[in-house]
């Protein structure tokens, strides 16, 4: 408590005072004791003012204790601030030596108090830094603070990166110049300073070596920045927007719309693109990428990532890939074809061109195809199939050559395709004009060596693709075919022409030896008998030689007539039944099969056949009466008749036990008057199995023998199976 009329007094002032009153008060007292008798009112009244006085100076002093004890709280915390603070805090003088330090600066010096005091600051920075340093105290005196990043050389440790900063201080820190230097390990700081570095260089290599073509835009597509591949992407310019503003990679591949979607997805995929030529030093490009929005801070985007890969190689291997491939399907689709045409049945050519035209027509996918014959400028329509018949256009048809198409592959001898006339150099030939066909395929045909005429396959649509080498062949082949056939047609017609006159020289020259022959046989019977014993013994051996001879010459003819006579009355194939055929060729051959002590059985079931039955019982007659003939003189003949079937056909065996057959004339028995032995031996002709051939001839099957010389014969006969 202080009195209103004292002012406040420092506590020096008032000690000073306090012991003036004291001194005071041992003076009054000595006088009061030496004058005790007379005490005045006037004394007594100064002594309590004196009391008074001294009461108030006790709780001044108490005041000022309490003060003295606050200050004192006071420095001690801030001396704990300076202390305890985790930045290390330097007081330098004005020699740059260390005054004071706090713990943290101790511990980033990693020395203690007494190391540090006194000592120059330069000591505890890196050398290379000193200088630094120097410059660092100078702006503190010349602007009053400095900031530096420095290196600290801590005794026993790593430098420490540290950033020091200083203020100068007020004169109240003593006499001369004073500052504060704090400093702040950033160890952490530079350690992430170097990682971010790091990494951004590590992202910068990726972004500049990269394959992939990468750009970065604003927000507003603005590009910012390109990478390498991309300017070989995309060429010069593309790091910019275009005079008109546009983005001009997104605009030539028709895609500015991206940017919409890569502002609002997560990231969106760029499907394969296909980048036309968009000046004279651009190719045509595929690409392929993604476009990746940047949030660098909230969720706004603030930048777009653009990645291309150009995979225009792989888009032209696959086109070509595609292509090849195509191709090859057509290839396959041809050789179908081709061999669907092939296994036509073997018809005659006025059956199977016009089915093969129609296969080859609906294949090329074109509306008339056509075999025709040229002579001369005379060009006739031999076959044609057409996917709608038309009345111009009929077999037998007749054209004036040079108004046809035909004309140009007459003069090449080669195919000539033409996929879409109007637009190819033939547009002014007559055959457009008169015919008007778009499109046209056409190849020579050739019979035995010689143009004949042309095949070919024409619309009035242009062709939906260019003819190819593949179609080239297809027809080049379909023309050798239809080629072949018609020389196959030639031949049989000439064959059966021979044939048949020849069967008819057969026919007519057997018939008719057999009347001279007759006579011959009859007048040498009519010798004998007239004047048989007025003969000699000579003449009478004489008239039977020539009587045998007539009677096996008569045989002969008779066979050879028979030989002539399969297939010329040409009845149609119907089903017989073997079983019975083989019991009606052992009925005829009853007195043979006696007479030969020999034994016929049939081993299971004969199947039914597509066939001739006289012919077929001609057949077995033959093969069993041949089995009973060629036998061994000790053991009488077994003839077993056996079948059995393939998937296709019928097998049918006639097994003997006879003298065999040895391996160089199995093929030979089968020809005409072939035999391996004489007559005087065993009879016959030789024409036996020449039948037996032609019989299976007509029956479209095959006959053979296997056969072990000494141990027997079997004869094989194959028959298709009836359908
Ligand atoms: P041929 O009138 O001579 O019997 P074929 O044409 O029937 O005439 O037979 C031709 C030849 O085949 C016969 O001369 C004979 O040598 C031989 N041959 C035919 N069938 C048999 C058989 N079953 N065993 C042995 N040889 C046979």
Same mark, same amino acid.
């Given at each position: 408590?202080?009195?209103?009329?004292?002012?406040?007094?420092?506590?020096?002032?008032?000690?000073?005072?306090?012991?003036?009153?004291?001194?005071?008060?041992?003076?009054?007292?000595?006088?009061?004791?030496?004058?005790?008798?007379?005490?005045?009112?006037?004394?007594?009244?100064?002594?309590?003012?004196?009391?008074?006085?001294?009461?108030?100076?006790?709780?001044?002093?108490?005041?000022?204790?309490?003060?003295?004890?606050?200050?004192?709280?006071?420095?001690?915390?801030?001396?704990?601030?300076?202390?305890?603070?985790?930045?290390?805090?330097?007081?330098?003088?004005?020699?740059?030596?260390?005054?004071?330090?706090?713990?943290?600066?101790?511990?980033?010096?990693?020395?203690?108090?007494?190391?540090?005091?006194?000592?120059?600051?330069?000591?505890?920075?890196?050398?290379?830094?000193?200088?630094?340093?120097?410059?660092?105290?100078?702006?503190?005196?010349?602007?009053?603070?400095?900031?530096?990043?420095?290196?600290?050389?801590?005794?026993?440790?790593?430098?420490?990166?540290?950033?020091?900063?200083?203020?100068?201080?007020?004169?109240?820190?003593?006499?001369?110049?004073?500052?504060?230097?704090?400093?702040?390990?950033?160890?952490?700081?530079?350690?992430?300073?170097?990682?971010?570095?790091?990494?951004?260089?590590?992202?910068?290599?990726?972004?500049?070596?990269?394959?992939?073509?990468?750009?970065?835009?604003?927000?507003?597509?603005?590009?910012?920045?390109?990478?390498?591949?991309?300017?070989?992407?995309?060429?010069?310019?593309?790091?910019?927007?275009?005079?008109?503003?546009?983005?001009?990679?997104?605009?030539?591949?028709?895609?500015?719309?991206?940017?919409?979607?890569?502002?609002?997805?997560?990231?969106?995929?760029?499907?394969?693109?296909?980048?036309?030529?968009?000046?004279?030093?651009?190719?045509?490009?595929?690409?392929?990428?993604?476009?990746?929005?940047?949030?660098?801070?909230?969720?706004?985007?603030?930048?777009?990532?653009?990645?291309?890969?150009?995979?225009?190689? +792989?888009?032209?291997? =696959?086109? %070509?890939?595609?292509?090849? $491939? &195509?191709?090859?399907? /057509?290839?396959? @689709?041809? !050789? +179908?074809?081709?061999? =669907?045409? %092939?296994?036509?049945?073997? $018809? &005659?050519?006025?059956? /199977?061109?016009? @089915?093969? !035209?129609?296969?080859?027509?609906?294949?090329?996918?074109?509306?008339?195809?056509?075999?025709?014959?040229?002579?001369?400028?005379?060009?006739?329509?031999?076959?044609?199939?057409?996917?709608?018949?038309?009345?111009?256009?009929?077999?037998?048809?007749?054209?004036?050559?040079?108004?046809?198409?035909?004309?140009?592959?007459?003069?090449?001898?080669?195919?000539?395709?033409?996929?879409?006339?109007?637009?190819?150099?033939?547009?002014?030939?007559?055959?457009?004009?008169?015919?008007?066909?778009?499109?046209?395929?056409?190849?020579?045909?050739?019979?035995?060596?010689?143009?004949?005429?042309?095949?070919?396959?024409?619309?009035?649509?242009?062709?939906?693709?260019?003819?190819?080498?593949?179609?080239?062949?297809?027809?080049?082949?379909?023309?050798?075919?239809?080629?072949?056939?018609?020389?196959?047609?030639?031949?049989?017609?000439?064959?059966?022409?021979?044939?048949?006159?020849?069967?008819?020289?057969?026919?007519?020259?057997?018939?008719?030896?057999?009347?001279?022959?007759?006579?011959?046989?009859?007048?040498?019977?009519?010798?004998?008998?007239?004047?048989?014993?007025?003969?000699?013994?000579?003449?009478?051996?004489?008239?039977?030689?020539?009587?045998?001879?007539?009677?096996?010459?008569?045989?002969?003819?008779?066979?050879?007539?028979?030989?002539?006579?399969?297939?010329?009355?040409?009845?149609?194939?119907?089903?017989?039944?073997?079983?019975?055929?083989?019991?009606?060729?052992?009925?005829?051959?009853?007195?043979?099969?006696?007479?030969?002590?020999?034994?016929?059985?049939?081993?299971?079931?004969?199947?039914?056949?597509?066939?001739?039955?006289?012919?077929?019982?001609?057949?077995?007659?033959?093969?069993?009466?041949?089995?009973?003939?060629?036998?061994?003189?000790?053991?009488?003949?077994?003839?077993?008749?056996?079948?059995?079937?393939?998937?296709?056909?019928?097998?049918?065996?006639?097994?003997?036990?006879?003298?065999?057959?040895?391996?160089?004339?199995?093929?030979?028995?089968?020809?005409?008057?072939?035999?391996?032995?004489?007559?005087?031996?065993?009879?016959?002709?030789?024409?036996?199995?020449?039948?037996?051939?032609?019989?299976?001839?007509?029956?479209?099957?095959?006959?053979?023998?296997?056969?072990?010389?000494?141990?027997?014969?079997?004869?094989?006969?194959?028959?298709?199976?009836?359908?």
């Amino acid at each position: 408590m202080t009195n209103q009329g004292h002012s406040k007094k420092t506590k020096t002032e008032l000690e000073a005072e306090l012991s003036e009153l004291r001194r005071e008060v041992e003076f009054l007292r000595a006088r009061a004791s030496s004058a005790m008798v007379g005490i005045s009112p006037a004394f007594t009244e100064t002594l309590h003012s004196l009391q008074v006085h001294q009461e108030e100076l006790r709780a001044q002093n108490e005041e000022l204790r309490q003060a003295q004890e606050s200050v004192e709280r006071v420095s001690l915390r801030y001396r704990d601030l300076f202390e305890y603070s985790p930045a290390g805090i330097f007081i330098i003088d004005e020699n740059h030596a260390v005054l004071d330090a706090n713990i943290a600066a101790m511990g980033l010096l990693g020395r203690t108090k007494n190391r540090v005091a006194g000592k120059p600051f330069l000591l505890f920075v890196d050398k290379g830094q000193r200088g630094e340093l120097d410059n660092h105290f100078l702006r503190v005196r010349s602007s009053g603070r400095a900031t530096t990043e420095l290196l600290l050389t801590p005794d026993q440790h790593p430098p420490v990166p540290v950033i020091l900063e200083s203020v100068r201080l007020g004169d109240g820190w003593g006499g001369g110049w004073r500052c504060l230097t704090t400093a702040i390990d950033i160890t952490e700081r530079k350690r992430m300073e170097i990682a971010l570095r790091e990494s951004e260089m590590r992202l910068r290599a990726i972004f500049e070596q990269s394959p992939l073509a990468i750009q970065i835009l604003d927000a507003k597509a603005v590009p910012l920045m390109s990478n390498r591949s991309w300017l070989r992407l995309w060429g010069p310019g593309s790091d910019k927007l275009g005079p008109d503003g546009r983005h001009p990679v997104l605009r030539r591949i028709g895609a500015e719309d991206l940017l919409a979607i890569g502002l609002s997805s997560a990231g969106h995929e760029i499907p394969a693109t296909h980048a036309v030529p968009d000046g004279e030093d651009q190719d045509e490009r595929w690409v392929h990428g993604y476009v990746y929005p940047i949030r660098a801070s909230g969720q706004a985007v603030s930048e777009l990532v653009l990645v291309h890969e150009d995979i225009t190689e +792989r888009k032209r291997i =696959e086109l %070509a890939l595609a292509e090849r $491939s &195509e191709m090859l399907r /057509r290839q396959y @689709e041809n !050789l +179908r074809v081709l061999g =669907e045409i %092939a296994a036509l049945p073997p $018809s &005659e050519a006025s059956q /199977r061109l016009p @089915e093969a !035209l129609g296969l080859g027509r609906r294949h090329l996918g074109l509306f008339l195809g056509m075999v025709s014959r040229v002579e001369g400028s005379r060009f006739t329509v031999e076959h044609h199939s057409a996917a709608m018949e038309v009345g111009a256009i009929a077999d037998g048809t007749v054209f004036d050559l040079p108004t046809t198409y035909c004309a140009l592959v007459m003069d090449s001898e080669d195919v000539i395709a033409i996929s879409h006339m109007a637009r190819s150099p033939f547009a002014t030939h007559p055959a457009y004009a008169n015919h008007g066909l778009e499109s046209y395929i056409g190849v020579p045909i050739r019979v035995r060596g010689r143009v004949y005429g042309t095949l070919s396959f024409s619309s009035t649509t242009p062709h939906p693709r260019a003819f190819d080498d593949g179609d080239k062949e297809f027809i080049r082949l379909l023309a050798r075919w239809v080629g072949a056939v018609m020389e196959e047609d030639a031949v049989r017609r000439d064959l059966a022409q021979s044939n048949a006159e020849l069967e008819q020289f057969a026919y007519v020259a057997s018939h008719d030896l057999r009347q001279p022959l007759r006579q011959v046989s009859s007048y040498v019977s009519l010798l004998k008998r007239r004047y048989g014993d007025k003969l000699g013994e000579d003449a009478r051996e004489f008239i039977s030689f020539a009587h045998e001879g007539a009677v096996r010459m008569d045989r002969l003819i008779v066979d050879l007539l028979e030989f002539s006579r399969i297939g010329r009355d040409a009845k149609p194939l119907g089903p017989v039944p073997l079983t019975e055929v083989v019991r009606l060729a052992m009925a005829n051959l009853g007195t043979t099969i006696t007479e030969s002590n020999g034994v016929v059985k049939v081993d299971g079931h004969l199947p039914m056949v597509k066939g001739d039955a006289q012919d077929l019982v001609r057949l077995f007659q033959n093969l069993i009466g041949n089995a009973l003939k060629y036998s061994r003189p000790a053991s009488p003949p077994v003839v077993t008749i056996a079948a059995g079937s393939g998937p296709m056909t019928h097998l049918v065996t006639v097994a003997d036990n006879g003298i065999g057959i040895a391996p160089d004339y199995f093929d030979t028995i089968f020809g005409v008057f072939k035999r391996l032995h004489t007559p005087d031996k065993y009879e016959g002709t030789g024409i036996g199995l020449a039948i037996c051939k032609k019989v299976m001839d007509r029956h479209h099957g095959r006959i053979w023998v296997s056969s072990l010389p000494g141990e027997g014969s079997t004869f094989h006969l194959e028959f298709p199976a009836a359908q």
